[in-house]
C-alpha cells in the first residue's frame, strides 16, 4: 500500500513569510497527526486529527500555525508569519481508526519523509 | 499529561555486540501502548518494536527485544549483534486512547566497526 505523502520536501523562507506543507495520508486512516522536529530532539505533537475533527491542539501556537483536514482525508499546515524558531522538519503521520475498547486502538502510526523547513 | 523520558542522548557499540537503551514514561492510564521508532538520516520514522500494556510478556523482533516494567513505567530496548545499519536516532513513544501519541526526546545510537 502506498504511505504517508508529504510535500515539499524541502523549503527555505524568510521570515515573516508564509508557507504552507500538504500531507495525504494512507488510504482509511481516520487519524492525521502533525509533529515539529527541531533538530536533536524529539517529535512534538502540534495537531492531531481524527476524520475531519481535532482530537488534540495544545500545542499549535495559534496564532501563527493553522491546520486542516477538509473531507477527512487530505491535510494543509499553514505557519504565517514565519519565525526563525520554526525552522524545523515538519512530519505527517496516520493511523487507522481506534475501536471502542481502548485495548482495540489501532497499534502503529506510520510517517511520511517529512519537510524540511528552514526560515532565513 | 503524559511524558516520556529518554535519559541517554547519546551510545555507541561495537558491531555485533549488545546495546540498551533506556526509556521511561509517566502516566495514569491502565491500557496504552509503547513504542520503539528509528530514524536514520532520511528521517523516515520506521516502527522497531511495540508493546502492549496489557501484556507481561516482553515483545521481540528478531535481534530487537524490549524489558517492559509496567509498575516501574520503564521500557528498555536492546538491541542484540549490532549492525552498522542500527546507526540512528531512537525514539521511544507512548500512545493512549484515542490514539493519542508522545515521543521522548530520543538517543541517537553510533554502531562502531
Known amino acids: 500500500e502506498a504511505g504517508v505523502a508529504q510535500s515539499p520536501r524541502y523549503k527555505i523562507i524568510e521570515k515573516r513569510q508564509s508557507v504552507a506543507f500538504w500531507c495525504n495520508p494512507i488510504?482509511?486512516?481516520?487519524?492525521l497527526y502533525w509533529y515539529q522536529q527541531i533538530l536533536g530532539q524529539g517529535p512534538k505533537l502540534l495537531i492531531q486529527?481524527?476524520?475531519?475533527?481535532?482530537?488534540?491542539d495544545s500545542q499549535l501556537p495559534k496564532d501563527r500555525f493553522s491546520a486542516e483536514r477538509l473531507k477527512g482525508v487530505d491535510s494543509t499546515l499553514k505557519i504565517q508569519p514565519a519565525k526563525l524558531e520554526d525552522s524545523a522538519v515538519y512530519l505527517c503521520?496516520?493511523?487507522?481508526?481506534?475501536?471502542?475498547?481502548?485495548?482495540?486502538?489501532?497499534?502503529?502510526?506510520?510517517f511520511g519523509q517529512g519537510t524540511r523547513l528552514t526560515v532565513v | 499529561a503524559q511524558t516520556v523520558t529518554q535519559s541517554q542522548p547519546e551510545m555507541s557499540v561495537q558491531e555485533a555486540e549488545t546495546v540498551t537503551l533506556s526509556c521511561t514514561y509517566d502516566?495514569?492510564?491502565?491500557?496504552?501502548?509503547l513504542f520503539w521508532y528509528k530514524q536514520p538520516p532520511s528521517r523516515q520514522m520506521i516502527l522497531v518494536i511495540r508493546q502492549e500494556a496489557y501484556k507481561q510478556q516482553n515483545a521481540t523482533e528478531n535481534r530487537f527485544s524490549v524489558n517492559f516494567q509496567k509498575a516501574a513505567k520503564s521500557f528498555s530496548l536492546k538491541i542484540s549483534d549490532s549492525q552498522l545499519g542500527d546507526t540512528a536516532m531512537y525514539f521511544c513513544a507512548f500512545m493512549k486512547t484515542r490514539n493519542m501519541l508522545t515521543f521522548g526526546g530520543g538517543t541517537r545510537l553510533m554502531v562502531k566497526p
Open positions: 486529527f481524527q476524520n475531519n475533527g481535532v482530537v488534540d
Open positions: 502516566t495514569s492510564e491502565n491500557n496504552y501502548y
Open positions: 488510504s482509511g486512516h481516520a487519524t
Open positions: 503521520a496516520s493511523s487507522s481508526t481506534p475501536g471502542q475498547a481502548a485495548r482495540m486502538m489501532n497499534t502503529e502510526a506510520f
